[in-house]
């Protein structure tokens, strides 16, 4: 079956950096478009960033842009969450998910859209 699994989270310093990562088995990785969702304590999911099947679009959330990147690894069915000048607000479970697309270029952001998702990783940012 399919398995997104993320992984680099945990403790950081506000004003640090983090990478995280997302690696897909049993799926045909350049089929889909793969995004990143968050979910603090007490809030519902919400977008992060997405980027489509070739990688040439993305898209990320007002609260992220200019702070956190989006790229992906076709060849190693990965896709990473680059996240610089860390806030204590970006504390939250991270969750990778994959959306079929038929377009090279398209990406979603609502959660709907997305078929697959991985089992999470906490992000903890300290002040």
């Known amino acids: 079956q399919v398995r997104l699994v993320e992984s680099g989270g945990g403790l950081v310093q506000a004003g640090g950096s983090q990478r995280l990562s997302c690696a897909a088995t049993r799926l045909t990785f350049s089929f889909y478009a793969m995004g990143w969702f968050r979910q603090a304590p007490g809030k519902e999911r919400e977008f992060v960033a997405a980027i489509s099947r070739s990688g040439g679009s993305t898209d990320y959330a007002d609260s992220v842009k200019g702070r956190f990147s989006i790229s992906r690894d076709n060849a190693k069915n990965t896709v990473y969450l680059q996240m610089d000048r860390l806030e204590p607000e970006d504390t939250a479970v991270y969750y990778c998910?994959?959306?079929?697309?038929?377009?090279?270029?398209?990406?979603?952001?609502?959660?709907?859209?997305?078929?697959?998702w991985g089992q999470g990783t906490q992000v903890t940012v300290s002040s």
């Open positions: 998910a994959a959306d079929r697309q038929n377009l090279v270029m398209a990406i979603s952001t609502t959660s709907d859209k997305y078929d697959y």
